[in-house]
């Protein structure tokens, strides 16, 4: 409702400083020299637009406008505009390997060395030795050779890119035989069937969702077979009445035919995770030795590198995804390749391994170390949200998570807030999980058995200062 007249507007129009004057105060000096003169004059335009809208629809508030009023919203206006929109966050969820939360986090020989290349120009494409044009795949190809026993090898993007490029270099127009019980999707609109179409090849499906036999592979080969493919089922398992063929069944019925077998191992670690009392997965050594002609696997995820996609395998194949056009669009950055060569480095000394690799370090972490964490964050929790909450250390259970073995649970503790009188207790920790979203570094837990539950394994000593600082500012 306006209750302002028309003479009382004008006069009051009439006192909004000119955007010159504001510009050329003392008060925005400050402000130009941090965010320069275009930003600021922009923020101006907007503020005074905004004060003179809110003039005319009566907001009597307004009336007092003044350079130094003016000053204190345009600068908060810039701060919110210039805040970087990727945050860092604590991941308190328990999932190791989040891919909503950046997957693996890198060792400090990988900062480092990503420090080095963005700053300062580097061989990425130049042979030392000839002083030549030289390829940015010669760079890492030996160390992922040394480290999976393959022939050959070549880096892209993600897995995602590994397998489009496999699939359009080796099978276009032609079939790929892949059983039915691994035609998963991964998330992120990745689908086996829809990947293969892109790349331009068949599928030939085989066998049923539970059970495939070797001779449904076997009398599914035809003259238009390019391909013989196995995914790893990595988001999903299936139990019961089931059968699938294994590696070392498929390869040799693929050769004796003059045919080739693809593996998408997904996660695709280099080491025997069980010697630290972790789930066995399938390394890619033993699928190269198993007789899989190529493998594609991720560098985000049991690797513990940067995003990528490695494709190893046989010499010819290697050569032939290398020429394929979209080798090139899916190429990595020096930045990647920076970051994943010290990353393989340290699989060199795996004895070192679960100190120096980050993603390592946090899938060993004792449940014994992780409950002390949780006791020294706990008071300052309950403190903050006072009695109508119960905050506890108890133990629970986190997730490796990226599709690596979906239902092996890893024993970690943490906190698990809830409401003393139980009650409405749902909507309030809904409230309390979005207010610790909304801290200056988020902190990301997860609603589960009508509680709060903040996984600590992956609060690493470094961190939980700030955490504990942090949560002593939470409002109930
Ligand atoms: C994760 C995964 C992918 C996709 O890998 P990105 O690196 O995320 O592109 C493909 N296949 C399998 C089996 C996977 O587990």
Same mark, same amino acid.
């Given at each position: 409702?306006?209750?302002?007249?028309?003479?009382?507007?004008?006069?009051?129009?009439?006192?909004?400083?000119? =955007?010159?004057?504001?510009?050329?105060?003392?008060?925005?000096?400050?402000?130009?020299?941090?965010?320069?003169?275009?930003?600021?004059?922009?923020?101006?335009?907007?503020?005074?637009?905004?004060?003179?809208? %809110?003039?005319?629809?009566?907001?009597?508030?307004?009336?007092?406008?003044?350079?130094?009023?003016?000053?204190?919203?345009?600068? !908060?206006? $810039?701060?919110?505009?210039?805040?970087?929109?990727?945050?860092?966050?604590?991941?308190?969820? *328990?999932?190791?390997?989040?891919?909503?939360?950046?997957?693996?986090?890198?060792?400090?020989?990988?900062?480092?060395?990503?420090?080095?290349?963005?700053?300062?120009?580097?061989?990425?494409?130049?042979?030392?030795?000839?002083?030549?044009?030289?390829?940015?795949?010669?760079?890492?190809?030996?160390?992922?050779?040394?480290?999976? *026993? !393959?022939?050959?090898?070549?880096?892209?993007?993600?897995?995602?890119?590994?397998?489009?490029?496999?699939?359009?270099?080796?099978?276009?127009?032609?079939?790929?035989?892949?059983?039915?019980?691994?035609?998963?999707?991964?998330?992120?609109?990745?689908?086996?069937?829809?990947?293969?179409?892109? !790349?331009?090849?068949?599928?030939?499906? =085989?066998?049923?969702?539970?059970?495939?036999?070797?001779?449904?592979?076997?009398?599914?080969?035809?003259?238009?077979?390019?391909?013989?493919?196995?995914?790893?089922?990595?988001?999903?398992?299936?139990?019961?009445?089931?059968?699938?063929?294994?590696?070392?069944?498929?390869?040799?019925?693929?050769?004796?035919?003059?045919?080739?077998?693809?593996?998408?191992?997904?996660? %695709?670690?280099?080491?025997?995770?069980?010697?630290?009392?972790?789930?066995?997965?399938?390394?890619? +050594?033993?699928? =190269?030795?198993? *007789?899989?002609?190529?493998?594609?696997?991720?560098?985000?995820?049991?690797?513990?590198?940067?995003?990528?996609?490695?494709?190893?395998?046989?010499?010819?194949?290697?050569?032939?995804?290398?020429?394929?056009?979209?080798?090139?669009?899916? +190429?990595?950055?020096?930045?990647?390749?920076?970051?994943?060569?010290?990353?393989?480095?340290?699989?060199?000394?795996?004895?070192? $391994?679960?100190?120096?690799?980050?993603? $390592?370090?946090?899938?060993?972490?004792?449940?014994?170390?992780?409950?002390?964490?949780?006791?020294?964050?706990?008071?300052? $929790?309950?403190?903050?949200?006072?009695?109508?909450?119960?905050?506890?250390?108890?133990?629970?259970?986190?997730?490796?998570?990226?599709?690596?073995?979906?239902?092996?649970?890893?024993?970690?503790?943490?906190?698990?807030?809830?409401?003393?009188? %139980?009650?409405?207790? %749902? +909507?309030?920790?809904?409230?309390?999980?979005?207010?610790?979203?909304?801290? !200056?570094?988020?902190?990301?837990? +997860?609603?589960?058995?009508?509680?709060?539950?903040?996984?600590?394994?992956?609060?690493?000593?470094?961190?939980?200062?700030?955490?504990?600082?942090?949560?002593?500012?939470?409002?109930?």
């Amino acid at each position: 409702m306006s209750d302002v007249s028309g003479s009382e507007l004008r006069a009051l129009m009439a006192r909004v400083p000119s =955007v010159e004057k504001v510009m050329a105060s003392a008060e925005f000096a400050a402000l130009i020299v941090e965010y320069g003169r275009t930003q600021v004059l922009g923020a101006v335009r907007e503020a005074l637009d905004r004060w003179r809208a %809110g003039a005319q629809s009566g907001d009597a508030s307004l009336s007092a406008l003044d350079v130094a009023q003016l000053k204190s919203s345009v600068e !908060a206006a $810039l701060r919110m505009r210039n805040e970087s929109r990727l945050r860092s966050v604590f991941n308190l969820t *328990g999932t190791v390997l989040h891919t909503n939360l950046g997957r693996a986090l890198l060792p400090d020989e990988a900062v480092q060395a990503v420090m080095k290349a963005l700053t300062q120009p580097a061989n990425l494409e130049f042979d030392l030795g000839t002083g030549k044009r030289g390829d940015r795949d010669d760079l890492i190809d030996d160390l992922i050779c040394e480290l999976t *026993g !393959a022939e050959a090898a070549t880096v892209v993007n993600n897995n995602a890119a590994a397998v489009l490029l496999t699939l359009s270099a080796l099978a276009s127009k032609k079939e790929v035989i892949v059983s039915r019980g691994e035609l998963v999707e991964i998330g992120g609109a990745f689908r086996i069937p829809d990947i293969m179409s892109r !790349a331009g090849a068949k599928l030939r499906e =085989v066998g049923t969702t539970n059970r495939t036999h070797l001779k449904d592979y076997e009398e599914a080969i035809g003259p238009q077979t390019a391909l013989l493919m196995k995914v790893h089922a990595s988001n999903y398992a299936i139990s019961g009445f089931t059968k699938e063929v294994a590696l070392d069944e498929i390869a040799p019925l693929a050769h004796t035919r003059g045919l080739a077998v693809a593996v998408d191992l997904g996660s %695709g670690t280099l080491v025997d995770l069980s010697q630290w009392g972790l789930p066995r997965e399938t390394t890619v +050594r033993e699928t =190269v030795e198993a *007789g899989a002609d190529i493998v594609t696997f991720s560098g985000d995820k049991l690797l513990g590198g940067p995003q990528a996609g490695l494709i190893v395998g046989r010499r010819d194949l290697i050569a032939k995804i290398k020429k394929h056009p979209l080798k090139r669009a899916l +190429r990595v950055g020096k930045l990647t390749l920076a970051a994943l060569e010290p990353v393989l480095q340290l699989y060199r000394a795996p004895e070192r $391994l679960t100190q120096r690799l980050t993603t $390592l370090r946090l899938l060993t972490r004792a449940a014994g170390d992780i409950r002390l964490a949780a006791e020294r964050v706990q008071p300052a $929790l309950q403190h903050a949200l006072g009695e109508r909450y119960a905050v506890t250390a108890e133990p629970m259970f986190s997730q490796i998570g990226s599709g690596a073995l979906p239902v092996d649970v890893l024993p970690s503790y943490g906190l698990v807030v809830k409401t003393v009188d %139980g009650k409405r207790g %749902g +909507r309030q920790l809904l409230a309390l999980e979005k207010r610790l979203r909304e801290m !200056a570094r988020p902190v990301i837990g +997860r609603i589960a058995d009508d509680a709060l539950r903040l996984d600590l394994r992956c609060l690493e000593a470094a961190d939980e200062a700030e955490l504990i600082e942090q949560l002593k500012g939470v409002r109930a």
